[in-house]
């Protein structure tokens, strides 16, 4: 038997001859007519293959088989009425939701120790997780609820996805203090001269600083690839490698002594952040405050 193929409203039929013990109170209850409660009786009795409560006097009394089900229909329909009471209503204070965001590991710093304070205080049953982005199936993850935030560059996702700006930061150069190629004229061949860090999450490619600087006829040359910046932070200090990133990672991550931070010599477009959800999700009361509270944590 599916339960596609059966009409719900026969449980809670069930569910109030059950508790009242009679056709018209159930009735009464249900605010039917009693010949429809009856009728309702008489389509689930057939589709279970038992009668469900024999009439002793006025009492419908239940059979070993409405005993055994009794318990399980009358939760399942709190549950459901306790659901469509909850619909369009979100209370932080009592949710035990787990909210996901794809970020790079080092921009966790930026957001995630606010935002765990507030929802230690506002929301303790939240859980929070953050996972690296995996760009190629960012709108996949974000329709299907397996994300319900990423915060990223700017990407080229479908219409369904929205975005809203975060930031912009310039691109900035870190050289170990006491390199010698830096001095005061450092310029743009100085920098191409040099050997570079690329902190990227790709297997393979150029980083987007690259894809600027081919633009305007320019290569540089990679020597090392990382994931984190704070790793690259640690080989500049410790090589005459140069690493080329915004001036907000660099602020971020770059806890190293003995390194500089010096303006990149020739003018690229800022690096701009987004923070991505699902079109689907723009109504929910649940989402609204999670993005409430990340844009909050983000700002400050």
């Known amino acids: 038997m599916q339960l596609s193929r059966i009409d719900l409203n026969l449980f809670a039929v069930f569910d109030a001859i059950y508790r009242e013990r009679g056709i018209t109170s159930a009735a009464r209850q249900l605010h039917l007519s009693q010949p429809a409660v009856s009728h309702a009786l008489a389509r689930l009795r057939e589709l279970l293959g038992d009668p469900l409560f024999e009439r002793q006097g006025n009492v ?5 088989m409405a005993r055994m089900m ?10 459901l009425d306790q659901m469509l009471r909850q619909v369009g209503q979100f209370d932080p204070a ?5 909210f996901t965001v794809a970020t790079s590991g080092s921009a966790e710093l930026s957001f ?14 939240i859980r929070l997780a953050t996972v690296r982005a995996d760009r190629g199936n960012l709108d996949e993850d974000l329709r299907s609820g397996e994300l319900d935030l990423a915060l990223d560059i700017g990407l080229p996702l479908t219409a369904e996805i929205r975005r809203q700006q975060i930031g912009a930061s ?3 150069v870190l050289a170990r203090v006491g390199h010698p190629a830096i001095g005061p004229g450092f310029d743009m061949e100085a920098y191409l001269a040099q050997e570079h860090v690329l902190v990227t999450g ?10 600027a600087l081919g633009r305007l006829g320019m290569r540089r040359r990679i020597r090392v ?18 690493a080329t990133m915004s001036r907000s990672q660099a602020v971020l991550d770059n806890a190293q002594a ?7 010599p020739v003018a690229l477009p800022e690096l701009e952040t987004f923070l991505y959800w699902h079109a689907s999700t723009d109504t929910d009361p649940a989402s609204q405050w999670f993005r409430a509270a990340m844009q909050q944590a983000l700002e400050a």
Do not use: F, K
């Open 94 to 98: 009592s949710s035990q939701r787990l």
């Open 225 to 242: 690839r990382c994931q984190r910046h704070g790793a690259a932070s640690a080989i500049v200090a410790r090589t005459d490698l140069l």
């Open 258 to 264: 003995g390194i500089q931070v010096l303006a990149l």
């Open 202 to 211: 790709r297997r393979r490619g150029v980083g987007l600083e690259d894809v």
């Open 60 to 64: 419908m009394i239940p059979t070993p």
């Open 112 to 125: 995630l120790p606010d935002l765990a304070e507030r929802v230690a205080r506002e929301a303790p049953g």
């Open 170 to 172: 310039e691109l900035v």
């Open 70 to 79: 009794a318990g399980t229909v009358h939760a399942s329909l709190g549950g």
